[in-house]
């Protein structure tokens, strides 16, 4: 289990001490599979935020984490993630580039919470054979408009929803497959919606609702290859992702308050007006 918060862009300690703590998890997740690997075990990786800075998590983390799961692949039974709660994947790479085949899919569930209108949800992953990979999914979600009409305080019914096998029509869930996916969507920005809307259980999909960032995300997880196929920069991503309007990137990440009182001590000559609260 990895504590990815080490790497979200919300997080202050990260960015003043650049993700030293974040270098020493991801360390320590190298001996994991290493011994994993010498003793010819699987290891299932789970965490809240899937890499990569489309899902808040910086690029430099992602790209070092993409990099050491390539040395270890056979080893990684595979990535359970969350955070977005709207259902997703990411294809990790090696190198880093979308020409290259993938070698991983970082899985990302839906929550289980209604934030922002959303059906809660909830994922069943089997794991099959000797390497314990991911074999096949499914997705169940609860329908808040029938569960709130229904009001007699009995069972709630889980409706099945997302089954990736049965909707995409693929034979399976390695890494080929799902680029056949994204394939298709790159190629039918219709299919790319439906299957978008299918993954957030028919309500609106969290997230910037551009397809292009959308399949850009999931085509893979570091900075570079983002930039080049959304042809937007970091800061508009981060803008994006926070969903803020300030005028420098640093308060758009961060309280105003929690900036400044970790730079007061080294700021001369400030201006009342630069230091009202924003909270």
């Known amino acids: 289990v990895l504590n990815t918060e080490v ?40 965490g809240h935020i899937a890499p990569g800075i489309w899902s808040g998590c910086w690029g430099a983390y992602s790209e070092l984490y993409e990099s050491l799961l390539a040395r270890y692949a ?29 070698y991983g899919v970082a899985y990302v569930t839906p929550s289980l919470t209604s934030y922002k209108n959303q059906n809660p949800s909830f994922r069943l992953y089997q794991l099959g054979g000797t390497s314990l990979k991911i074999s096949d999914i ?14 007699n305080g009995g069972p709630l019914l889980w ?37 978008r809307a299918t993954e957030a259980n028919g309500r609106e999909w969290m997230g910037n609702n551009e397809v292009r960032d959308y ?37 758009a990440m961060f309280p105003f308050h929690v900036a400044l009182d970790h730079f007061k001590d080294v700021l001369t000559g400030i201006d009342p007006s630069d230091v009202s609260p924003v909270y």
């Open 159 to 195: 409706s099945p929803g997302y089954i990736p096998r049965s909707v995409l029509t693929v034979p399976d869930l390695t890494p080929p497959s799902w680029q056949d996916v994204l394939n298709r969507m790159w190629g039918n920005e219709t299919f790319a919606k439906a299957v």
């Open 138 to 151: 499914e997705q169940y979600y609860l329908k808040l408009g029938a569960a709130d009409a229904d009001g």
């Open 215 to 251: 399949l850009c995300g999931i085509t893979g997880v570091t900075d570079a290859e983002y930039v080049k196929c959304s042809g937007k920069s970091e800061e508009v991503m981060i803008r994006q992702y926070t969903g803020s309007a300030h005028t420098y990137v640093l308060t």
């Open 7 to 46: 790497c979200h862009v919300h997080n202050f300690h990260t960015f003043i001490t650049g993700g030293a703590t974040a270098r020493t998890q991801l360390h320590w997740l190298e001996v994991v599979l290493e011994e994993a690997q010498a003793t010819g075990d699987s290891v299932l990786i789970t």
């Open 74 to 102: 056979h080893s990684v039974s595979g990535q359970i993630f969350g955070h977005q709660h709207s259902g997703s994947f990411r294809l990790l790479r090696s190198p880093s580039i979308s020409s290259t085949p993938a």
